[in-house]
T-cell receptor, first 116, second 115 residues
Framework: GAVVSQHPSWVICKSGTSVKIECRSL??????MFWYRQFPKQSLMLMAT?????????EQGVEKDKFLINHASLTLSTLTVTSAHPEDSSFYIC????????????FGPGTRLTVT | DAKTTQPPSMDCAEGRAANLPCNHS???????VYWYRQIHSQGPQYIIH???NNETNEMASLIITEDRKSSTLILPHATLRDTAVYYC????????????????FGKGTHLIIQP
């Protein structure tokens, strides 16, 4: 099946710093990738839709200037959490749609962010 | 996207079939039923999807009622590794213009396989 990777798998950063998370589709191309966030004991919540070669679309309540998304190629999307604060600590998960399939989404393993 | 309703938790004995129900009474004609599962601290894993016909793959079977208002995911021979949260999601597929849709996750069903 299609494989999506994320890097890093976990990161600890100090409050006020920025953190970049990479999402790659390893064996397929994806014009659209999605970023989700999951707090402990809660379900995944869609943050934004990342489109190759164009601006990302953010869900209501998600600050686009705080969560910068870049989708520079058909296999790579990045999420940068700028000026991170402890309340940004969460599990960030990306997904990608396989253009050759039925558009089922394949998810990465997630990135655990802890802001101290 | 239509909303789904699932029981919060279920138990199943190892080796038995696990039947996970889902209600989606407001599903529209161009929406598919997707099932994903999430093992603790991992990204969700795609299981199966369908429109109105029953579907089967190497992981599971999906039974959709004729009125499409509910469905059941069947894991034919559950193992301990099937312990996870299972999400039933309705969403458009590429055949109905759904290429740019993110998924709306509910709370899912926490399936616990007992040895």
């Amino acid at each position: 099946g299609a494989v999506v990777s994320q890097h890093p798998s976990w990161v600890i950063c100090k409050s006020g710093t920025s953190v970049k998370i990479e999402c790659r589709s390893l064996d397929f191309q994806a014009t659209t990738m999605f970023w989700y966030r999951q707090f402990p004991k809660q379900s995944l919540m869609l943050m934004a839709t990342s489109n190759e070669g164009s601006k990302a679309t953010y869900e209501q309540g998600v600050e686009k200037d705080k969560f910068l998304i870049n989708h520079a190629s058909l296999t790579l999307s990045t999420l940068t959490v700028t000026s991170a604060h402890p309340e940004d600590s969460s599990f960030y998960i990306c997904s990608a749609r396989d253009l050759q399939g039925n558009y089922e989404q394949y998810f990465g393993p997630g990135t655990r962010l802890t802001v101290t | 996207d239509a909303k789904t309703t699932q029981p919060p938790s279920m138990d199943c004995a190892e080796g038995r079939a696990a039947n996970l129900p889902c209600n989606h009474s407001t599903i529209s004609g161009n929406e598919y039923v997707y099932w994903y599962r999430q093992i603790h601290s991992q990204g969700p894993q795609y299981i199966i999807h369908g429109l109105k016909n029953n579907e089967t793959n190497e992981m599971a079977s999906l039974i959709i009622t004729e009125d499409r208002k509910s469905s059941t995911l069947i894991l034919p021979h559950a193992t301990l590794r099937d312990t996870a949260v299972y999400y039933c999601i309705v969403s458009r597929s590429k055949y109905s213009g759904g290429g740019a849709d993110g998924l709306t996750f509910g709370k899912g069903t926490h399936l616990i396989i007992q040895p």
